[in-house]
Every structure is written in C-alpha cells, then in structure tokens.
C-alpha cells in the first residue's frame, strides 16, 4: 500500500511540473519555463490575394476592376476586415482563461526559525541560567487540482526538522515528515462537468459566436463593395450615354449652323441648339462628378491608405452589366429555407440559446443542498539521532549513548521502506466525512433558476421572431429581383421606342415638317431611355446582391473561404 503511495506521489508531482514524453525530452524545459512567460501573440494575417498590391494592377493611370477583383482587394486591404479580425482572437483568449479553475497548483515552500526562551524548570532539560534553544527547519510541498466533475483532490508533503539543546528530546536532531491523500466531492450542488464546466461552455459558445459575427461583417462589407461597384459601372455607363447626347446636340448645332448660313434656317432657331449644347455639356459634367465621387468609395473599400485619393489611377470597371437569366433565383420556398439555414443571425441566436440552456441547468442544480462527501489518507515518519537517557536518574545525568539516524529514517517510515521487526512503520492515518449544508430559504437560488428559464423563452421567441424576418427579408428581394427584371424588359422596350420616335421627327425636320424644337426633345427622350435601361441592368444586379444576402449565400457565391483559425503562437502549448 506505502508503495504504491509514493508511486502515485511521483506521478503527481511529475504531472504537476509537466514531465515530457520521451519524444520532448531535449527541449521540456524550455516548454515548461515557456509557460511563465507572455504569450506569442500571432495576429491572424490578411487572407492572401495575388492582388493585393495595387501597383502592379495599375496599367497606364488606369486600374482595371471587375467584381471578384473588387471584392479580393477589400478582403486584403480593407481597414475594416482588419479590425474585425481580432475579435475571434479576443474570444480565444477569453476561453482560454476559463480553464483557470482547473488548471493544476504546486505550492513550495521553506520555512527556517530559532527561539531562545529561559529555562524556567529543571524538566525544561538546561541549566536554569541558561537558555532553552530550539531550532527549527520547515519544507512544504502541495499539489492541488480541480477537476471538472466537482472533485478536487491534494497531495500535501511537508518535512521538519528540529534541534534543541535539552537533554529531554528522545530524537535530536529529529526529522518528522508526513504526506496526506485527500479528496473532496460534492454530491449534489456543483456535481458534474454541467455545474463546475458552465463557464467554459459559454465562453466556447461565445467564441463561435464571435467567428459568427465576424462572417456577418465580412459579408456586409462584400455587398458595400458589391454595390460600390456597380454603382461604379453606372456612372460609367452613364458618362457615356451623357457624351454620346453631347456629341449628337453638337453634330445638330453644326447641321443647323450650315443651314443658317445658306439660308435655309432662321439664325433664331439657332440658339435653341445652342441652349441644349450647354445643357447637356452640364448634365456630363455633373456625371463626371459623381463618377469620381464613386471611385472614392470603391477606393475606400480597396485599400488600407489614410487618403483613398492618394491612389492615383482611374478605376476601369470591365465586368459587364448582368442580363437576367431564368437561373438567377430559386423558388420563393426554397430560398426561405436556404435563409434560415445560412443566415448568421440564425446562427448567432442559436448559440444564444444554447447558452440560455447552460444557464438553466447550472441555476436548476444551484437548488440543491450541499453534499460534500472528504476523505483522506495520511503517512508519518520520524527520524534522526536517538537519544538513549540514563535509565537511573533521566533528570540529572547526562545521556548513556546515541542511536545514528537521521531523515533516511524518516523517509523509511513514510513510504514503508524499514526492515521488518526493526521499526514500526505503520503510523498512518485515515478519514471520511460527509458534510450536509441546507438552505432554510431557498429563495434566491429559485428566483435566479425562474430568471434564467425567462431568458430562455426570451431567446427561443426571438429566434423564432428572427426566423419570420428572414423569410420577410427573402420575399421582399425576391420581389426586387422580380420588378428589377420587369423593369429591364419595360426600359429596354421605352429606349427602342424612343429612338424609333427620334428617326421619325429626325425625318419630319429634314422634311421641313418639324421643327428643331422636336428633333431636341426626341434626342432628349432617348438619352433618358438610354439612361433608364442602364439603372434598370445595374438595379437588378444589386437587387441579386441582396438577395444572396437576404438568403446567406453572399460568400459562397463569391468563393469566399473565412480563415477562423486563431493562431495563438508556441507559447500557448
């Protein structure tokens, strides 16, 4: 039985310094040493884009620009995909520190005193003039851990040694040593990994939480860039439709200055022309404008520089406008379900609601009385040189002889090592208890019980709730997409009719039917038609943007791969 006590004191206090397989054994100390020391913080690095650097985009002052181009460049360069990066990070750390609790303690300690007191009878073994001395050497060794099912168990060593300068002590100098086994589990209140493991539970919940959060920003900054684009598109689009209404104003203005010139027009009808010349020349430089105004968001979006403006090329977008297809969007029934299986709010208040439960079991088993079930084992031994007294007169005279001995003694009859019939070994010790604490009241713990099954309801209302604004959310861009596509037919039809109108009265005027006042308004109605289909192409690829947003498909769409990997660095080992 000794033996195998001081087998499990070993394996104890080996666990407890961290002893390393026989595969690290050339560097265990430097990993042990490693703990005490602050962590290797390895910040995530941006995901790798093989066009992250914007220079090596830029050709001739221009940065060519298409969607998946668009959206890489703000995964790796955005300030804000950064920030939010080391949120999952924060979390790690957060569940790390959780394990506090349970995480095994060795406890040293060394302990060296002298007292001199007078002798103030002759039992106290000195001279009565003289001073009764006493020296005294103390070593502890503790080892404790909590374990997650409600146990916690100690192993305590300690060793004293003691020398004194009366003629009384049957053992001086004397060792005594003693080791004891105890344990104590509770029973009932803080039973189980579901009571004691409550905060680590959350926290991992808490942690997936916040890799979710940080999906759900990572999309909202894939559709700001998606819309930014083609806004940008737009704007491009519309600079041309704006220069190519310029250039026809233009083109009638020099027609009708020929005919004044030979007479065949009043040098009056003239300046309706020029009006419009200046008119449109103002309507493209107002798109002018806004153009820049939107390669200033996009640049934004695109690069980590204080001053987007500080890139200095002209964004080129090359990705075409899309045409609908019959493909673009599942049935209504169908995207609801998609929705509620990806959208990260769903997600999110699942995990909430996980937590809820935790709460609720932890409160419901804090209703329980306190049980606590102690017991213990304990091995003593004592050492040192033995003091034979004169049998005689054991007051007066001085010791007959000395037995050697010293702290081998001690050890021998700790663990059991003396030789049989010499000594005796057995001075052990055991105990058991069982502990019972009631409440009387038991208020506070219901009332902390009834709050945390509120909470629960709460949050299974609320994702119920969620669940039924999603499907709102996915009807309301599938109607966008639809009337978006209607509209394309519609504008597409409006811009073929306006510039059938424009040849008509083009002719009429050639004709001398019409006049230039006519030609101007049809140029202007078809410019307008023009302008209408692009917005109409442009609106309903950003209505699909929002639809696999409303559906959760953002980034699977766009091949986006979240690293939620939280490098913590070797010191986390």
């Keep these: 039985m000794k033996r195998v006590s001081i087998i499990a004191l070993l394996t104890v206090f080996t666990l407890a310094a961290g002893a390393p397989s026989a595969s690290a054994q050339s560097n265990w100390i430097t990993n042990f040493l490693n703990r005490y020391k602050p962590l290797d913080v390895t910040f995530p690095a941006a995901p790798p884009s093989p066009q992250q650097d914007l220079a090596n985009m830029i050709r001739s002052g221009q940065l060519p620009l298409s969607v998946n181009d668009t959206i890489s460049l703000v995964l790796s360069n955005n300030l804000d995909v950064g920030l939010n990066r080391l949120s999952p990070l924060l979390s790690e750390y957060t569940l790390l520190s959780t394990y506090r609790p349970f995480e095994p303690g060795l406890r040293l300690s060394a302990t060296a005193s002298e007292s001199r007191t007078p002798s103030t009878s002759v039992f106290s073994g000195v ?36 020398s004194t300068n009366t003629k009384f002590a049957t053992y001086n100098p004397s060792w005594t040593g003693s080791i004891q086994y105890s344990f104590l589990q509770h029973l009932a209140r803080d039973f189980g990994r579901k009571a004691n493991a409550r905060p680590i539970r959350i926290a991992k919940n808490n942690q997936d939480i916040s890799q979710v959060q940080f999906e759900q920003q990572v999309i909202n900054l894939v559709v700001q860039a998606q819309k930014a684009y083609w806004d940008l598109v737009f704007n491009a689009e519309d600079i041309k439709v704006k220069q190519r209404s310029m250039n026809l104003a233009q083109k009638t203005l020099s027609d009708n200055q020929v005919q004044v010139n030979i007479g065949t027009m009043a ?37 980590a520089q204080a001053d987007p403006g500080m890139v200095l090329a002209h964004l080129l977008p090359v990705q075409p406008m899309k045409h609908p297809e019959p493909t673009d969007v599942p049935p209504v029934e169908q995207a609801i379900r998609i929705a509620l299986e990806n959208r990260t709010e769903m997600r999110q208040l699942d995990l909430d609601l996980k937590n809820r439960q935790i709460e609720v079991d932890y409160t419901k088993n804090q209703l329980l009385p306190s049980v606590d ?51 005796t070994c057995n001075f ?9 604490q009631i409440p009387l009241k038991n208020r506070a713990a219901q009332a902390d019980n009834a709050r945390a099954l509120t909470d629960k309801r709460i949050a299974e209302n609320r994702l119920g709730s969620t669940a039924q604004q999603i499907a709102l959310d996915v009807r309301n861009t599938l109607t966008q997409v639809e009337m978006n596509r209607a509209r394309i037919e519609a504008a597409q039809k409006a811009r073929e009719l306006a510039e059938r109108r424009l040849q008509s009265e083009q002719k009429k005027f050639d004709l001398g039917a019409s006049t230039i006042r006519f030609v101007l308004e049809e140029q202007r109605n078809v410019t307008q038609a023009q302008t209408d289909e692009i917005a109409a192409l442009v609106n309903y690829t950003k209505a699909l943007v929002e639809f696999d947003r409303a559906t959760g498909m953002t980034l699977k769409k766009n ?9 913590t660095g070797p010191a986390a080992n």
Excluded at 559 to 567: A, C, G, R
Aim: charged content about 10%.
């Design 373 to 423: 079930l102690t017991g213990s084992f304990t091995q003593t031994g004592l050492g040192g040189r033995q003091v034979i007294l004169n049998p005689s007169n054991p007051f007066g005279a001085d010791p007959t002889g000395y037995i050697p001995g010293g702290l081998s003694d001690t050890f021998g009859q700790l663990f059991g090592f003396c030789s049989a019939g010499s000594k």
């Design 428 to 436: 052990t010790a055991y105990s058991a208890g069982l502990s019972i």
């Design 127 to 162: 001279p009565v003039t003289a001073a009764v001395v006493q020296l005294s050497d103390s070593y502890l060794a503790s080892f404790t851990q909590n374990l997650q099912s409600g146990t916690n168990l100690a192993v305590n060593f300690s060793l004293n040694r003691s």
């Design 267 to 303: 040098p009056i009808d003239l300046v309706q022309a020029e009006s419009e010349v200046a008119s449109r020349q103002e309507a493209l430089i107002v798109s002018t404008y806004t153009q820049t105004q939107s390669e200033d968001q996009v640049k934004k979006l695109i690069t």
């Design 559 to 567: 091949n986006i791969q979240l690293d939620k990997t939280v490098n």
